[in-house]
């Protein structure tokens, strides 16, 4: 592949084959829709290539021939907190930060570890499927508080929230949120952050598209706020999304109170989960210390991507209408008129729809939870020309159909 200085341009219009390189986004398409040839356009990750520095430094890795279990270096540390100070204003001390093998794997530890069975756990749908499974996967109470679609976005139905956390032992926040695409603003975390101080909640904020906000919204972490909510706050990140390297499993945590730390330390070697990927720590590393100006690149590529296709929907009644993301490369179709227009009666219906008659591979809202019904979750991390053949291609299906 053509290597680029971090300053020359990045082509994002590049088609680059991914099938049989065994990834879930194209391989696993006959398992997951019951056909292998519709336009993937579903898991979170994208169709671009990883940065030339990230690359770079994995094949050097690859060309020392012995792959023995990693440590976690002095870079993996000293690169994770120049990249939040430097990127999001926030200062964090080095022994805040445990590494991980993922967010949900840590998500699934924290919930088995500091909760009891039948406990309240409060999360807002529509929501990141393994988040929205959590609770009941684990026997504790699922706490919906389910998001507020308004024309400008989805809003917190605070009176909900109010309740709920009263009955909650832990919060998992999502942030920026995903699939809603919302930025939480400062009164938002503070408010929600305050209810949970008031009823001892411990919050678990999930903030992996956190380096994927559009201008002028700007990502805050919550945990940032104040110390007494620092102090009972776990922030879970990596830089999978960010930098298209999901397949290396390596995230990190950043925890002030050193209890909730040593919680998520023992629970990480009791289930021989403390041991780095080789991979991941070097990527990780040549991404935080070179990938800025890939990002700056990406985020107007992804913000090119996210007005096309909001404008395609403006332009085109089709019967499904998006709200503008704040973040992410997900958009949140509601397709309930195209329901009606269509004659689909339910959630299959519609995922049928989409695979059968227009061809596409995307999530069905539902899986989001409850209030995701009538939605489907579109992912636009891939060359514009994708999205222009897949957004006709449903054009087409629908006029078919009407
Ligand atoms: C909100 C959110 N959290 C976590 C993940 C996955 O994290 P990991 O691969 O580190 O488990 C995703 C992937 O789509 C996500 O959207």
């Given at each position: 592949m053509a290597k680029t200085t971090p300053q020359s341009p990045v082509d994002f219009a590049q088609i680059i084959p991914r099938e049989h390189t065994g990834c879930v986004k194209y391989d696993a398409r006959r398992e997951r829709f019951g056909r292998a040839d519709v336009h993937p356009l579903w898991v979170a990750d994208m169709d671009f290539a990883a940065p030339d520095c990230v690359q770079r430094a994995l094949a050097e890795r690859v060309a020392h021939p012995i792959y023995g279990y990693a440590i976690f270096p002095d870079a993996f540390f000293t690169t994770i907190q120049r990249w939040l100070s430097i990127r999001h204003g926030w200062v964090v001390a080095r022994a805040a930060i445990v590494p991980l093998p993922g967010i949900v794997p840590a998500l699934n530890l924290l919930v088995q570890a500091l909760s009891q069975m039948g406990d309240g756990i409060l999360v807002q749908t529509p929501v990141y499927p393994p988040i929205h499974q959590l609770p009941l996967n684990h026997g504790r109470m699922l706490l919906e508080n389910a998001l507020i679609s308004t024309p400008q976005g989805y809003e917190i139905d605070w009176s909900d929230f109010t309740t709920k956390v009263a009955q909650a032992r832990l919060f998992i926040l999502c942030s920026p949120h995903n699939p809603v695409g919302r930025v939480w603003r400062r009164d938002e975390l503070e408010r929600m952050a305050t209810l949970c101080l008031a009823h001892q909640v411990i919050i678990l904020v999930?903030?992996?598209?956190?380096?994927?906000v559009y201008a002028p919204h700007q990502h805050l972490s919550v945990a940032s706020l104040s110390n007494e909510i620092s102090a009972q706050c776990i922030t879970l990140n990596a830089p999978s999304k960010t930098f298209n390297i999901a397949g290396l499993n390596t995230a990190y945590a950043i925890i002030d109170n050193p209890n909730l730390r040593a919680t998520l330390h023992t629970a990480v070697q009791h289930t021989g989960l403390g041991s780095g990927n080789v991979f991941g720590i070097t990527a990780l590393i040549a991404a935080y210390q070179q990938g800025a100006p890939w990002l700056n690149q990406l985020l107007h590529q992804l913000q090119q991507n996210r007005d096309f296709v909001v404008g395609y929907f403006t332009e085109n009644d089709l019967g499904i209408t998006v709200v503008r993301p704040e973040a992410t490369f997900l958009l949140w179709l509601d397709c309930r008129q195209l329901m009606q227009r269509l004659h689909l009666s339910d959630d299959a219906a519609l995922a049928r729809f989409f695979i059968e008659r227009a061809g596409l591979g995307l999530n069905p809202g539902i899986s989001f939870g409850a209030p995701g019904s009538g939605f489907m979750r579109l992912n636009t991390g891939c060359p514009p020309s994708v999205l222009h053949t897949a957004l006709a291609s449903l054009n087409h299906s629908i006029s078919e159909d009407n």
């Open positions: 999930d903030e992996v598209h956190a380096d994927l």
